[in-house]
Structures are given as C-alpha cells and as structure tokens.
C-alpha cells in the first residue's frame, strides 16, 4: 500500500513551511506544500514600542499547510511542530491568547537578567539549568514582564509549539527540548526546576508553577487536530532539537552547526558538562531528543546577512544574496573581521553601519560596499565556529572529526568552504531542511512508521539527501591572526 504520510510544520525566525515526508523503502521523500514568511510587527505601547510575532499568521499559515498535505495526500498519519525556542504566549481563564507574543529580540528584557541573578547568582542558577545567560530566556522574560496586566490575566503560558498544538488540538503541555530553553528546567533530572519556580514566584511575584503545564517527551502523543483527528506528535519541538536528529552523521564524532537565523555551534552529550569554563564561555546544555544534550554556543548566524539586505533593499537598493555571495567569493580573505555576537548585533537594524562602527573601533578598514560587508559577515562567522568548535571539543573532552552544516545556511557554499578552512575539519552540507526532517522521523517513530534510535534516525537521512563536502584548504595562520585580533586574551 501507499506509505503513510506525515506532516512538519516548521517554523523559523526567518520564514515558516509544511513539509511533508513519506518513507518508502528506508528512504524518505520530502514535499514542501507551504511556506510563508515570518514578519515581526513593532507597535507602539506606553513609553515606547515592542517587538511581536505575528502569531495568528503564523498559525493562519500552518493550518494552510495542513490543508494542502490532506487535500495532495489524503489523510496524514501524523503531524509535528517545532519553532524557534524561549518565547511563549499566555492564555486567559477561558483560554484565549492574552496579547500577542513577544519577540525574543524585543528590548524589554534590558536588564532583567541582572535582576534575576540578585536573587540566585548566575552560578548557582547555571547549576540548575545549565543554559548560557541570554537576555531572553523565559525566565528573564518572565522578570521582565512581573507585575504586567496581562501576567495578572494570565492562567497558562505555552511556549510557542506548545501554543500552536493548543489551537490545533485543545491539549496543554510544554515540550521538554523546547522547555529546557526557558532556564526553568532542571537539567539533570529533566523537569521543571524548583529553584527556579522560586525565584520567579518569590522575588518577582509570578506564579510560574501554576503557569506551566506539565512537561512531556518527545514522542508523546499530545492530542487529535480538531478536525481531521491526525494525531498531533510531540517532536523535537525546539527547531534546534529536530535539526540535530536529523545530522546525517555516520560517526559519534561529529560536531554541527545548525545554520539559520542563528547558527547553533557544538557537540551532542549523553550527560550535561556543567564546569565553571563553560559557563564561562557561555556554553549551553539544551535537552534534546532520547535523552540527549546538546552542548553549544548560540553564534550569531545568518541573522546578519538578512538583516543587511533588509537595510539595503528598504534604501531601494537591489540585494540579491546568491549575486553578492558570489562577488565576496572573489575579494580578498580576513579584510575585516567583527565578533559576530557583539551585543548591538542582536536588534534588527542597520547591520552594515554597525559593522562599520565596530570596524571603526578595532583600527579595522571597514567594509566599502555590499559584497564587502557580505565579505566581513562569512568571514566573520566562520571565524565564531572555528572558535566555538573548538571550545566544545576543549570543554566536553568529545573531539570532532567531521563538521555537519544543516539548515539554509548549508546552501551557502562560501561560508561553507570558509567554515572548513577555519576550523580544519571537513565540512559536511545537507539536509538544507534538516528542521523538518527531524521532526518528520520523530513522528514517523512515534507512530511506528520505523524504529530505532538516533544511528538509525541518521542513517535514514543520509541515505536520503545528498551532502555537499568541503575539504580544508589553505593556510591557518590568517585565521589564528584573526582570531587574536578580536580574543586576544585566548589563543584556541
Ligand atoms: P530559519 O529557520 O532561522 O528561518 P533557515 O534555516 O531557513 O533559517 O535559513 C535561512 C537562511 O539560509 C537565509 O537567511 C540565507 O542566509 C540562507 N540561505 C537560504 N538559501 C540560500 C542560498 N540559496 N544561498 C545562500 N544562502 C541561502
Ligand atoms: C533558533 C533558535 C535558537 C534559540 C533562538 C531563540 O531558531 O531556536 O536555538 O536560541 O532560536
């Protein structure tokens, strides 16, 4: 018979898809049947403005999506959701959407973060949660946002997949991988951190246990959509998570960058590295699927080249990125390097002055026009992995010998070849969707549709997709310069 069909809706910072995936003899096909782009609205409130999700477009386009799957396919065996991670919508005593969802890029939490570690130091809370400090993680959005109305209003709060499979389904939970990047998660036991329950509840007066719904892994049926009663499947619901299943790796010794709008550099660990250097490099444990960690940095990633060509092309410019990518392959390496997570990198704006001013300050010439600015960001970027590779091989003892590149960054050829030459390592390419991928086989599982753990899961990718390799060429020298240019204090 026909192999049943199954349904990711998948949702970046950048741009949201359905993606459909059937397995048919050990392989699986992907269709895309819907994407939409992922806008944000700044509006005006007392004293200033804030930063939103359009999340009612978001779920308009995922519903859609799910339309389009049943009508080309028949019936789905099952659908799964995964977005970016940390931010969350709250839902009134009669479960309606209280306000709109911030944008984790909003400014409202200037601040709170210092103010959360008045109350628990950033060691102790570290110990807890494991995560790098954030300035938006829930929990100092949560600082944030104490004593607001719509707080006071609120009965539940659902992270962002969570909130979607609400509407779809009528089920409340919080998925643990996306869960694990609020900072109110116990790391090591994988629920919900007492301490930190505490220090919202105590110190800032939100009632964050009776907010959060109960924590479910993936793989956990969460409900029937309303009306076509597909089981909707808990996945790797944080976008990072499915992207990391779907490595197609042949070898524990691998290390990734999933590469999007952020580019999420480490290693997966069966346990989490809680040292003080990492916490000092800022490094992170996030839960991921069959009871992995994924030990990373978040590095800023494609961010600043989309960011770039918003600037340009709102100033009439034409910006064609695979054009520019192609103009700043022919110019001269390492001309301009920035640290790439440089906090005035963080709000949307305009990139290539920032560039310019940070240039400025290091005694750097900055970048002359796009393809120059173009030039500096890959540059700049492959010169963050090298860095970040290398410290999570340093500080988690699990040294790489092969570096997976998934996600749309992976199409980006330049940045890929740089990315070898910087870190020494080959470079592996693909899946560009790894995100949905993930999510499909997550499902897939769930539903019986093929067994196995993560080997299996990856050995089905990589008989699925071709990958681009990138072999390290040239000298490491420019790239050690670079690198003391911006860290002088460290040399790895
Ligand atoms: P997110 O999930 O965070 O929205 P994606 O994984 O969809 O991000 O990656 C989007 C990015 O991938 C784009 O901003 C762009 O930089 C890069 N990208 C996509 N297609 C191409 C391409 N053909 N060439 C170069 N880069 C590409
Ligand atoms: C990537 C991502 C990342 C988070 C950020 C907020 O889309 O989920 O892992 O840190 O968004």
Redesign the pocket.
């Known amino acids: 018979g026909q192999a049943a069909v199954h349904a990711a809706i998948?949702?970046?910072?950048?741009?949201g898809r359905v993606i459909t995936g059937r397995l048919v003899d050990g392989v699986l096909r992907t269709e895309e049947v819907a994407r939409f782009a992922?806008t944000p609205v700044t509006v005006p409130v007392e004293g200033g403005e804030r930063l939103h999700w359009d999340v009612l477009s978001l779920y308009a386009g995922a519903r859609r999506g799910l339309d389009r799957a049943a009508r080309d396919h028949g019936p789905l065996a099952s659908a799964g959701i995964d977005t970016?991670a940390v931010d969350y919508g709250l839902l009134d005593a009669e479960g309606a959407l209280v306000g709109n969802p911030v944008h984790y890029r909003d400014s409202r939490t200037e601040g709170a973060a210092e103010r959360v570690f008045a109350h628990l130091d950033q060691a102790a809370l570290y110990a807890v949660n494991g995560l790098q400090v954030q300035p938006f993680n829930t929990v100092f959005q949560l600082a944030a946002a104490a004593g607001s109305a719509q707080l006071a209003a609120a009965r539940d709060l659902l992270l962002i997949p969570d909130l979607l499979g609400y509407w779809l389904t009528g089920e409340r939970c919080a998925e643990l991988t996306n869960a694990s990047t609020t900072g109110l998660v116990d790391v090591r036991g994988r629920r919900w951190a007492r301490p930190c329950l505490d220090l919202l509840e105590q110190g800032f007066g939100v009632a964050a246990e009776a907010l959060l719904p109960d924590l479910v892994e993936p793989g956990h049926t969460i409900g029937h959509l309303r009306d076509t009663g597909t089981p909707l499947v808990a996945v790797g619901s944080h976008?990072t998570a499915s992207a990391v299943v779907a490595v197609p790796a042949r070898t524990p010794r691998f290390a990734y960058i999933?590469?999007?709008?952020?580019s999420l550099v480490g290693v997966e660990l069966d346990r989490p590295v809680l040292s003080e250097q990492g916490r000092a490099a800022n490094f992170t444990n996030e839960l991921g699927v069959d009871g992995t960690v994924r030990y990373l940095r978040n590095v800023t990633?494609?961010?600043l080249?989309?960011e770039s060509l918003r600037t340009w092309r709102d100033r009439g410019r034409e910006a064609d990125?695979?054009d520019l990518?192609a103009r700043a392959a022919r110019l001269p390496k390492l001309s301009c390097v920035v640290d790439v997570d440089d906090p005035r990198f963080a709000p949307p704006g305009d990139m290539p002055a920032r560039i310019a001013g940070f240039a400025a300050e290091t005694g750097q010439r900055p970048p002359a026009d796009e393809a120059e600015v173009v030039r500096c960001v890959v540059d700049s970027l492959a010169l963050a992995y090298r860095r970040a590779v290398r410290q999570a091989a340093e500080l988690s003892g699990q040294e790489a010998e092969v570096l997976h590149v998934v996600?749309?960054?992976s199409?980006?050829?330049l940045?890929c070849q740089l990315t070898a030459d910087a870190t020494g390592l080959p470079v592996v390419a693909g899946p560009?969707?790894?995100?949905a991928v993930g999510n499909l086989l997550v499902q897939a599982r769930a539903v019986g549709a093929i067994s196995g753990g993560l080997p299996e899961l990856r050995r089905v990718v990589a008989d699925s997709f071709t990958t681009l390799t990138y072999e390290p060429e040239g000298e490491r020298s420019p790239w050690d310069r670079a690198q003391r240019l911006l860290w002088p204090e460290r040399n790895t």
């Open positions: 998948d949702l970046g910072a950048s741009s992922n970016w976008d999933s590469s999007g709008t952020w990633g494609l961010w080249l989309q990125l695979p990518l996600g749309g960054g199409r980006n050829a940045l560009a969707e790894g995100t």
